[in-house]
């Protein structure tokens, strides 16, 4: 008798919009004339479910609500209609430009990212070692996040996220940043964090080799819409498919 497994991710009907003001005239404005707003829907009637332990991709062109969906699954907003249950699970968010306070340096933007995620300062200083050794940022650590490369801050942000360990991961193309090494390094240690059969991850990536590896399961979205979700073969061959056409 096969074990029915528990649900870690409920994606139920969910609309995400975004409101976009047209530029206004300095004359317009002094005239109080109404200012056009046009409604932006960048994730359309989107359902999907993630079991406990699963790996789901996502792949889509540049602007098709990938990283939208992704910062509304980790809470960073919340959508328009429809609702995302974690059924009580801890979330990581895991990319650029998310999460860190540029004015601090990557040494307090540990603490801060840890005590967001629910650990206390006891635990992220147990940890808060191993995160630096592994970020290999060197003395940029104690330098505010502001100076940070676009290399640096993915080498950060993973490193934080691979060792404060959450139920469920969201990665959002920080496993593409970085040199070649750092590159190779970031994917064993996701394999390893993804080894554990009661961890659930989200990667959200157009890395056609990577999500073939890493995942279990690919939902594929076009122009807010989902397009199909199922084996990642089969979805990403026609995904390629498709753009090649």
Not at 9 to 22: A, F, G, M, Q, S
Not at 113 to 134: N, P, T, V, W, Y
Not at 154 to 165: D, G, H, R
Request: charged share 30%.
């Amino acid at each position: 008798m096969n074990e029915v497994k528990k649900v870690a991710i409920e994606v139920k009907d969910v609309c995400i919009n975004y409101r976009i003001l047209n530029s206004v005239s300095v004359q317009k404005s002094f005239l109080r004339k109404k200012v056009r707003e046009e409604i932006f829907e960048a994730v359309k009637h989107v359902s999907f479910e993630v079991e406990e332990g699963g790996i789901l991709g996502i792949i889509g062109k540049n602007g098709s609500g990938k990283s939208t969906l992704l910062k509304s699954i980790a809470g960073v907003f919340s959508p328009n209609t429809g609702t995302i249950d974690l059924k009580g699970h801890s979330v990581s968010l895991m990319a650029l430009g998310v999460g860190f306070k540029d004015n601090l340096t990557g040494r307090e933007n540990i603490v801060l990212s840890g005590m967001l995620l629910g650990f206390s300062e006891k635990e992220i200083e147990a940890r808060a070692q191993d995160i630096i050794d592994f970020a290999e940022i060197g003395e940029f650590i104690d330098r505010p996040v502001r100076t940070y490369s676009s290399g640096m801050h993915s080498k950060l942000a993973f490193a934080i996220t691979a060792m404060l360990e959450t139920d469920i991961m969201l990665v959002d193309e920080v496993l593409s940043v970085g040199d070649e090494r750092f590159k190779k390094k970031s994917l064993a240690k996701m394999k390893e964090l993804i080894n554990d059969k009661n961890r659930t991850v989200v990667i959200v990536s157009h890395s056609i080799p990577t999500l073939k590896e890493l995942c279990d399961k690919v939902l594929w979205i076009h122009d807010g819409e989902m397009k199909e979700i199922g084996e990642p073969a089969v979805v990403l061959k026609h995904y390629t498919d498709f753009m090649a056409g």
